[in-house]
């Protein structure tokens, strides 16, 4: 009983872990249409960006953070506009600015190889306690990534909801053409997006940071995560990717209660198959 | 030297591996990511059926390959039945879970050590135990893959392919079974991809999942992208530059502990060049010219196509209750319509009345909320469209849906029923059959053209076409179903009188032939002088029913629509 | 007259066959077929960190009989077979090496049938699976047998007094055959086997794994973890708030930085690089390392460190530049020095035994014990 506790609590924490990778993955997907493979390695990049700051340039943890989260954001938004916004402007068919997409990872994965080296970074001086549920552990990393969600989800969707650019990013997510024509700047939303998603996902690289170390092969399996949870959770919806990300977690750890742990992937997309089997378009549709 | 010749075999691996994968996501239009995994299927199954069972070659090749498919067919089946997003982490699961099995399932596939010690073939005594001995095998195989892709698209049924990735409901218009054909092209790819893994593990004597990751399928995938999807020299050509690309990188000189992470930084680069410069991929899709036509006798042309099958003035078909709810809304209401063969019946109303809907209903592009519809005395309830129009009742669409890229002749040819080239069995085992039925299918669309008059633009891709031309195609695509019923929505709106005038007669002899007609449309001048009955449709209900006089003295209607 | 003319061409005679060169020296280049990119990176980089000093060192000091080594390295891109027979192939026709340095089990197998036909010899340092034993008649491998150490590992653990033992290892065929290896030895020496968890390679997230070793309550945890895993173990164990102590068979500076701290305590029974007082050359080259590189030397940079000294010495001892000569002469006489701490004897098939050490983590830190058998009693 105790190690189903445990396995809740591990579910909801990478839950939130996901769930934060699939907010800003889906955030860019839903408005631009951009499979953006290279999200992976430059949520990879923000994890090098902090543990710089702190071991080569000795600034403090919370400074760390924000110079962290800044370069991402900067790095996000040069992506789109000096990578992808060529292609869109050529009208290229979505595979082939995934592929484009696909020569920035190798590109930025590498890179970071290069110049960081490929040993794990860790952040020694950051260190967290654990607490007990019962018979179960929950760590306070844990609980920090569960607060990440909470807080970003809520402020994501606030932001959606109530300021301006928040309703044309909507609009651009609901029907792009519609959203020129009523005189959105497309472009700009864009840089908005990625902007924003990049900066989302510094904050789990961070918390993965001081968890597990950083290495520079860290962002496929982010991604590729991501990706997942958006589509079971339904396109353009922040709600759907928050829900698609704890699904998948959840089930990779609750999944394994009883089943040998060699079957955990297995077993997550089974249950994920299942679920777009009931809803094909996803658990939700739309915002 | 060994190295070149080991790098000539890769690239006939992956020359397979590329054109296989073309077939699902350019040729079919389909995004998905399991390749990899057919690719490790065909290996394991192959060692396994060598080792184990002691088959010789090609045995295990051939048997994994049809394994293969099989397994490909199955995975995809409920994906391409719901379609969206779902074949995409349906095949990625394929992925993640065959690489599980093939690790954990230890009895037979030993695990995460791989199947070592794979037997080389032996041909007339010889051991296929080094590169240069190996490679006409692996060229012979790659060509031969490669001839049954390009079999594939060239035929009837890769035009049919060609036109469900433009447009799919279009294609399910013309009794296209669209599930069949992903279905097909996806075991076809699946097949193919197997015969590189069997081959793989006959050359390296060593197989094992590192091999078969995700990544190798985007490696695959950049490949198709690279060299243009739907072009299969394309994707070959894809192959042939990403084999030998990090090859040639490898001269470039750095230090050691860099020096491949830089290689792999230029060929990201690269690949992100090459497609700047050709977005489209190396070698862009053909488009097909038109087939040389042999010039048809002038003089009057017959109605195209069966006779009709009922006699003039019984009803064909009939719907009763109709009723559409889209949550809330009442798109149709207790709709009851009766069609009679020999008739024009004009259905009219508002913007947003539910003729379409009605149209969708009658044809299964939608299921009704309520009420039955029968053709021909028995319930076409449920059936899927394609299999309604290749019964006999058929639409056309009010946004043309016309097959843009495809030439005008390829337009009406692809609607053509009863192809046997639309099946992939007929496609490789009765060449000859189907070869001839083009051959005449060819002439039959021909004289369906010059029914329309369009004769002249058969070659012209039909996005070059005039307004007036584009209408003018939409019913000739919808003649050459030779469904008995033809619904068509709005075929006349746009077009100036003059060309009106010419069109009238092709629908009038129509009727005379004994088709059944229904047509919706605005233009109340094409009502008068066209529709026999007509029907008048508000808010989804079926207002009055009578002639088009009848219907435009009703003062009522007046005050609602004709004014 | 004819003496007085022919003195001076006497002359030149004499200076041209004095002048006339010795053998010429060649550069012999040795194979690398390594992990460059792609997730396992880090192998790549300290594995030819190793060999290239030794590489360094021994042309420094003239080189073998005047001939110099040269390294040609091949990326396997994280332990894929085809880069690796790409590269096998490449190397033996551009560069004509004779001996080739290997790492991970895949890339090895595949290149196995290549090295027999052409007779080229192969030296593995990485991980030690059952599978490569005789793949090659000419693979040796120069780290213990992965068996060996999980024997070593069970009887640890016996010693200790603990009775109930979970496990936790990598998904392929080394962490296959060590968890199955100390489970036979472990319930030979009477005890339980409470737990067996395993993780897909290149996995960071374990917590799962990790969950269910918890829940099955054992006495000690035997951790097959490699490098930075075996350290990111120990920590999620503390972090779940497990106080058993656990038992690994690598602890190096990666491990140090991944456990965060909490790695104090836990044993490590490895043949493993130390640097102790009775083993100057070791001593030597972890200083060598730290000079050029900074950090302290890694076990596998000491392994493949150790692999070119063993080619070195093979043409020392006159093999010639071939691969199959080469092996011969290794059977023939198949001890070495070993930078491990005295000598190492390649068995019959292939293995070379090193000693096998125990240690403690202590600040972080790998603590050299006592030396340990890796055969049961």
């Known amino acids: ?287 | 030297m060994e190295y070149l010749i080991h790098i000539l075999v890769m690239m006939c691996l992956y020359v397979i591996l590329s054109t296989s994968f073309n077939l699902v996501v350019g040729s079919a239009g389909l995004f998905a990511l399991s390749h990899a995994a057919f690719y490790a299927i065909g290996a394991y199954a192959s060692a396994i059926l060598i080792i184990d069972v002691g088959l010789p070659f090609p045995l295990p090749l051939l048997i994994g390959a049809l394994f293969t498919a099989a397994i490909g067919a199955v995975a995809a089946l409920p994906a391409l039945r719901i379609g969206g997003h779902y074949l995409v982490i349906v095949t990625l699961a394929l992925q993640v879970i065959v690489l599980a099995f093939l690790i954990n399932a230890q009895a037979i596939t030993r695990g995460p050590a791989g199947i070592s010690g794979i037997p080389r073939v032996e041909l007339f005594g010889l051991a296929l135990d080094s590169p240069q001995r190996f490679l006409p095998l692996a060229a012979f195989f790659a060509a031969f893959c490669f001839w049954i892709a390009w079999r594939l698209t060239e035929s009837p049924f890769g035009r049919a392919l060609r036109a469900m990735r433009e447009d799919e409901e279009a294609t399910k218009a013309i009794g296209k079974n669209v599930v069949y054909m992903k279905l097909s092209a996806f075991a076809l790819s699946a097949g193919l991809a197997s015969v590189a893994g069997a081959l793989l593990g006959r050359y390296v004597s060593f197989i094992s999942v590192e091999s078969f990751t995700i990544e190798e399928t985007i490696y695959v995938l950049a490949m198709v992208i690279l060299g243009g999807t739907g072009n299969l020299w394309g994707s070959a050509l894809g192959a042939v530059i990403l084999v030998s690309l990090p090859e040639l990188l490898k001269f470039v000189e750095m230090p050691a502990e860099i020096a491949d992470k830089v290689r792999q930084i230029l060929y990201g680069i690269l690949l992100i060049v090459m497609l700047r410069l050709r977005p489209e991929g190396l070698i862009a899709e053909v488009s097909r010219a038109a087939q040389r036509l042999a010039p048809v006798p002038a003089g009057e042309v017959p109605v195209p196509a069966i006779a009709a099958a009922t006699p003039a003035g019984e009803i064909t078909v009939s719907g009763r209750g109709l009723s559409k709810h889209f949550g809330g809304i009442r798109a149709v209401e207790d709709f009851d319509i009766d069609l009679t063969a020999g008739t024009i019946t004009g259905l009219i109303g508002p913007n947003g009345a539910g003729k379409t809907t009605a149209f969708n209903l009658i044809t299964g592009f939608l299921p009704p909320t309520a009420g039955t519809i029968s053709f021909r005395g028995r319930s076409v309830a449920g059936r899927k469209p394609h299999e309604i129009v290749r019964a006999g009742v058929a639409r056309s669409f009010q946004d043309l849906k016309l097959f843009t890229k495809m030439t005008v002749l390829d337009n009406v040819l692809v609607a053509l029923p009863r192809q046997s080239g639309d099946g992939v069995l007929s496609v490789f085992f009765r060449p000859f059959r189907v070869r001839a039925e083009e051959t005449a299918n060819i002439a039959r669309a021909v004289e369906v053209l010059r029914f329309v008059g369009l004769e002249d633009k058969a070659g012209e891709t039909a996005d070059n076409l005039s307004y007036a031309e584009e209408k003018l195609l939409v019913i000739a695509r919808l003649l050459a179903t030779e469904a008995e019923v033809l619904l068509f929505d709005e075929p006349l709106s746009g077009l100036a009188p003059t060309t009106l005038e010419e069109i009238f007669p092709v629908f009038r002899r129509l009727a005379a032939a004994g088709k059944t007609i229904c047509i919706i449309e605005h233009n109340l001048d094409v009502i008068k002088r066209l529709c026999d009955t007509a029907i008048y449709l508000d808010e989804g209900r079926a207002l009055r029913k009578g002639t088009p006089e009848e219907l435009m003295n009703d003062p009522e209607l007046a005050g609602r629509y004709f004014s | 007259m004819l003496a007085k003319s022919m003195k001076p061409l006497g002359f030149l005679v004499l200076a041209l066959a004095l002048s006339a060169p010795a053998a010429r020296a060649e550069t012999y280049k040795v194979g690398a077929i390594m992990a460059m990119t792609g997730a396992a990176a880090f192998y790549g980089t300290v594995m030819t960190r190793g060999a290239q000093l030794a590489i360094d060192e021994i042309n420094a000091a003239g080189g073998i009989n005047g001939n110099k080594l040269e390294l040609v390295i091949e990326d396997h891109k994280g332990g894929k077979p085809q880069p690796a027979v790409s590269g096998m192939n490449r190397m033996i026709n551009l560069h004509n090496v004779q001996a080739v340095l290997s790492s991970f089990s895949a890339p090895t197998l595949a290149i196995a049938p290549i090295a027999d036909e052409k007779g080229i010899m192969v030296l593995n340092g990485g991980g030690v699976s059952a599978k490569m034993i005789g793949a090659s008649k000419y693979l040796f491998h120069n780290r213990s047998l992965a068996t060996d150490l999980a024997r070593a590992l069970a009887v640890r653990a016996h010693e200790r007094g603990f009775e109930r033992m979970a496990q936790i290892g990598i998904k392929d065929e080394f962490g296959d055959s060590v968890i199955a290896e100390a489970s036979r030895i472990w319930k030979k020496l009477g005890h339980t086997v409470v737990a067996t968890e395993q993780y897909p390679q290149g996995a960071i997230n374990v917590d799962t794994q990790i969950a269910k070793l918890r829940a099955s309550k054992p006495d000690v945890v035997a951790n097959w973890g490699l490098t930075n895993e075996a350290g990111r173990i120990v920590k999620r164990m503390r972090d779940l708030g497990m106080k058993q102590p656990a038992i690994t068979m690598e602890w190096g500076k990666e491990a140090k930085k991944a456990a965060g701290g909490k790695g104090d305590g836990t044993e490590v029974v490895s043949d493993f690089f130390a640097v102790t007082d009775d083993n100057p050359w070791g001593q030597r080259f972890a200083k060598a390392y730290k000079d050029k590189f900074g950090e302290d030397p890694e076990y596998y940079a000491a392994n493949y460190y150790e692999n070119i000294f063993v080619i070195a010495e093979l043409l020392k001892r006159g093999a010639p530049w071939n691969g199959a000569a080469m092996a011969a002469e290794l059977r023939k006489n198949p001890t070495f020095d070993s930078v491990f701490g005295g000598k190492m004897t390649y068995q019959s098939n292939g293995v070379a035994i090193k000693r096998v050490g125990l240690f403690v983590v202590e600040n972080g830190d790998r603590k050299f014990v006592k030396l340990t058998s890796t055969k049961i009693d």
């Open chain 1, 1 to 287: 009983m105790d190690l189903l506790l445990q396995l809740a609590i591990n579910g909801i924490a990478n839950g939130s872990h996901y769930a934060l990778l699939a907010i800003g993955f889906g955030l860019i997907f839903a408005t631009t249409g951009i499979v953006h493979f290279a999200y992976g390695p430059l949520y990879a990049l923000s994890a090098y960006f902090v543990w710089m700051s702190v071991a080569w340039l000795g600034l403090p943890f919370v400074a760390a953070l924000v110079a962290g989260v800044a370069a991402s954001t900067v790095v996000g938004m040069l992506a789109y506009l000096w990578l992808h916004r060529p292609f869109e402007r050529n009208q290229s068919p979505a595979f082939v600015v995934m592929i484009v997409s696909l020569g920035l990872f190798i590109v930025v994965e590498n890179g970071i190889g290069i110049v960081f080296g490929t040993d794990t970074k860790v952040l020694e001086e950051v260190t967290y306690g654990i607490h007990f549920v019962g018979d179960a552990v929950i760590s306070e990393l844990q609980i920090a990534q569960v607060v990440a969600l909470v807080l970003i989800g809520a402020a994501l969707a606030l932001f959606l909801k109530l300021t301006n650019y928040g309703k044309a990013v909507r609009a651009m997510t609901d029907n792009p053409d519609m959203a020129a024509v009523i005189g959105i700047d497309t472009v700009r939303i864009s840089v908005l997006v990625f902007a924003i998603g990049s900066a989302i996902a510094a904050i789990p690289a961070v918390l993965v940071l001081i968890k597990d170390g950083a290495t520079p092969a860290m962002g496929f399996s982010a991604v590729f995560v991501a990706f997942v949870a958006v589509i079971v959770g339904g396109l353009g919806s922040i709600r759907g990717a928050i829900l698609g990300g704890l699904l998948l977690g959840m089930v990779e750890n609750l999944g394994m209660w009883k089943i040998p742990t060699e079957w955990q992937s297995s077993i997550a997309f089974v249950v994920l198959f299942l679920v777009l089997l009931l809803r094909p378009n996803g658990l939700f549709k739309g915002q």
